[in-house]
């Protein structure tokens, strides 16, 4: 199975594991009056939105180079996080206007049966998070780690959850704001999480420079290749997952042109070979007498 073939699957396991998230927590939150779990459903809800954006930007990310995209399409994996980090945003400000608003108008407490609900969906929500998270580490798709944190925040927004409607049922209706409370508090934990998200993907649309432990292991692997002696600059670029690879390397400044051209594609074909996330290497050829430490 392709890294491609992998994220998408894991795409359709998170959208369909949302979309039911969404329906049991919306019923169980109205027939238990716990807002909480309304906000919480009002939350999947939007996740389903995203997985499904998620879904067709891994779907788009894998159409091959043309010639509008030499670098292929894979920037549309961050795009399609950014999105995404929109309705994290988008959800965590609708719980926030809805708490308040539920804070000043007395209502009764949540059902304590609400509670056996919320704790199986912790434990299922942890659970998408590690698989989807897990996914993502191994494809390197910066879609998919958004949407593992959506599981993430929605594990711990039903946390909040738990822990107010626990103190609305122990102590009455007198603090059934606590469940209101605790929606407040899961808002802020959302705002937090997209900054978290957020961040490695405007990182990657700027090219910004956040690869160094790829750059070490480039570095080593290019000295087993014959002629090389040295490398100099080495740049990476991120596009959805796979990376770009710019390196300066130093050979004999005797050689001939055709020589010299001959290392520069076998490096290519080595690095390539021993690091299949690669998708292009571009080489310059420097004599290593010569060459510019800066």
Known sequence: MSKH???????WLSLVGNFAMAIVKGAVGFFGNSYALIADAIESTGDVFSSMLVLIGI???????????????????????????????????????????NILTPHKAPHAY??????????????????????????????LKADAWHHRSDAITSAFAFIGILIAVLLGDAYAAADDWAALLAAGVIYFNAYLIFRPALGEIMDEHRYEDLIE????????????IDTEKCWVRKSGMRYWVDIHTHVEGSISVHEG????HALKEHLMAELPEIEDVLVHIEPAEEANPF
């Open 59 to 101: 779907k788009y990310a894998q159409k091959p180079p043309d010639e509008n995209h030499p670098y292929g399409h894979g920037k549309v994996e961050p795009l399609i996080t950014f999105v995404v980090v929109g309705f994290l945003v988008a959800s965590a400000t609708i719980i926030i206007v809805e708490s308040i608003d």
């Open 217 to 228: 292991v480039i570095r080593q692997k290019a000295k087993h290749v014959p002629g090389v």
């Open 114 to 143: 609400t509670l056996w609900f919320l704790a199986g969906i912790i434990l299922t929500k942890e659970i998408f998070y590690r698989i989807v998270s897990k996914s993502s580490d191994e494809t390197g798709s910066s879609s």
């Open 5 to 11: 073939q992998q994220a998408e699957k894991t795409a």
């Open 261 to 264: 051209h001959t290392i520069a």
